[in-house]
């Protein structure tokens, strides 16, 4: 029998399963290019206008490490220098985790075996989810292209800004692949791919950090992120980084079916660590159960968030540098406090973003509940003299103070790096603290709407997820939409203060603690009254 047999029936099970998914972020995604750019044309109508927008972005080199150059001064040019990024981060992470979900979860979860029992080849399931996110990808942009010649900005530069998203979503969905092959864990996998995405967008930031043309550049070209900005889309396209794009997707994708031919069904090709023939007594609590389950991913986040901290520290000290190579930027920013507003400023912007990514461990450790009930591991805990709450509470906790620990981790790392370059650890490294710890409120209310809709609508935990995104999008992207204040007030992320540059005022954060804690109550009572499994 071919391994290929069936791929077509399982292409079309995906789209039956994704029919609602699929055509709502193509669609979403798509509308917010295409409004990013409809604002552009209203807000910088003239020449002149955008020529100050790109002295605005010179000047302020923490705007370049966290967007990337800006290659063209034209509507599409600041369109592509503007979504470029956040968007390939976006579609990547979308294109990643639709493979792992029809390819290891469903294998961790049985149905794979079902699948197996009847005329379906050993690759056809990965070759099905590949070829439709593939196909999604391609059907974004698509639309992306589409939308932007409609607004009449020039056709190759829309076709190359669509397919180099398109491109990021097929090496990250290849990626993710390979990631299924080494690990019998739907969640391990998802890991291995979240952490190779950082990975990139880490990289691109380091090599924007000093410019088009800082020493540190070369660090772009070894990220599938960076590429999407170096295809230059209305800049002159360089059309060849889409081989790139393509050559290393391949390269991957066929290191994906050698492994997948050489494993088991159900099984990676990293064995799982062999546990000891009978339980410790710690394990006898839920609470060092919990420990147990959440132990790996909070020490990788953990690893994650210094690495990352170090980085942001190194940065912070760069940018400031560039302010000793130019006289001009020298006297801009002595007029308005000097060389540690603009520190400061990018250190409130970055510890804002790591918020985000704090809370997506958050909802992964918040989730894990759902993941537990789901494969049946819940009952057999809750048939001892175990409760419903306290079985949550134990998983919880890491919810709650997991994403306190990595967003102190990520200050003092920042603070460190920093502060020992300029000189001053014993200042910058509190300062750096609390820019990241202000952001925990925020992060609590993502817990608390996963926590909601576990024990109100447990179906729809994922929607958890896309709210991340949503507020993902709000925050970096909201106001160049021109959205209402009240659509941005939406993400709690919007109520953190930049306690580094701004005056604090404590209301918000008693608010977001206020709602997080309510939705926590209200799913925590739905559980109670609801049927478990």
């Known amino acids: 029998m071919s391994p290929l047999v069936g791929t077509g029936a399982l292409m079309r099970l995906i789209l039956r399963r994704d029919r609602i998914l699929m055509p ?12 990013v750019a409809s604002s552009f044309a209203q807000l910088y109508p003239t020449p002149e206008s955008r020529q100050g927008l790109a002295g605005t972005i010179a000047a302020s080199p923490a705007i370049t490490a966290m967007l990337g ?3 063209d001064l034209s509507i599409g040019g600041l369109t592509a220098w503007r979504v470029g990024g956040i968007m390939a981060v976006v579609v990547a992470l979308i294109s990643l985790l639709t493979v792992i979900r029809h390819t290891r979860t469903e294998e961790e979860a049985g149905r794979r075996e079902l699948l197996g029992a009847t005329v379906v080849g050993r690759h056809a399931p990965l070759s099905a989810a590949l070829t439709m996110t593939l196909a999604a990808n391609l059907v974004f942009a698509a639309v992306v292209a589409g939308g932007l010649t409609v607004l009449g900005l020039p056709a190759s530069g829309s076709v190359a800004l669509g397919l180099s998203f398109a491109a990021a979503g097929w090496v990250f969905a290849a990626m993710a692949g390979l990631a299924a092959q080494l690990t019998e864990s739907a969640g391990r996998a998802k890991g291995i791919s979240v952490a190779v995405l950082g990975l990139s967008y880490l ?3 380091i090599g924007d950090s000093g410019g088009e043309n800082g020493r540190l550049s070369w660090l772009s070209w070894l990220s599938p992120i960076g590429w999407v900005q170096r295809t230059r889309p209305f800049a002159d396209e360089s059309w060849w980084i889409l081989a790139l794009f393509a ?34 007594p710690s394990l006898r609590t839920p609470l060092a159960l919990a420990w147990r389950l959440q132990r790996g991913p909070l020490r990788a986040w953990t690893i994650g968030f210094a690495v990352v901290g170090l980085v942001i520290g190194s940065a912070a000290q760069g940018i400031a540098d560039l302010l000793t190579t130019s006289p001009q930027l020298e006297a801009i920013f002595a007029r308005i406090g000097g060389q540690g507003v603009l520190v400061d400023t990018f250190l409130s912007a970055i510890m804002s973003i790591a918020g985000l990514v704090a809370a997506a461990y958050a909802v992964q450790a918040a989730l894990r509940l759902r993941s537990e009930e789901e494969r049946m591991r819940a009952e057999p805990v809750l048939a001892t003299s175990v409760g419903r709450l306290r079985w949550a509470a134990s998983h919880l906790g890491f919810a709650a103070f997991g994403p306190a620990i990595l967003l102190v981790v990520v200050g003092v790392a920042a603070g460190l790096s920093y502060g020992l370059s300029a000189g001053n ?14 952001q925990l409120p925020a992060v609590w209310v993502l817990v608390g709407i996963a926590v909601g809709l576990f024990g109100l609508l447990p179906r729809f935990t994922a929607v958890t997820w896309a709210l991340l995104v949503i507020f993902l ?3 970096q992207l909201g106001q160049v939409l021109q959205l209402s204040q009240w659509m941005l007030d939406l993400s709690p992320f919007s109520h953190v203060p930049w306690v580094l540059v701004r005056q604090v005022s404590l209301a918000p954060l008693f608010w977001l603690v206020v709602v997080a ?12 009254r609801r049927d478990v499994g």
Not at 24 to 35: C, D, F, Q, Y
Not at 249 to 261: M, R
Not at 517 to 528: K, S
């Open 473 to 475: 999008l709000l925050g």
């Open 517 to 528: 804690a309510g939705l926590t109550v209200a799913g925590l009572a739905g559980l109670r």
């Open 203 to 205: 990289l691109r930031f």
């Open 69 to 71: 150059p800006l290659f």
């Open 425 to 438: 650890v014993v200042q910058e490294v509190p300062r750096a603290v609390v820019a990241a710890i202000v």
């Open 24 to 35: 709502i972020w193509i669609v979403l995604l798509a509308l917010v290019v295409i409004g």
């Open 247 to 280: 050559g290393t997707s391949v390269v991957v994708a066929i290191a994906a079916y050698a492994l997948a031919s050489r494993r088991d069904l159900g099984a990676g090709i990293l064995p799982p660590r062999l546990g000891p023939a009978s339980a410790s």
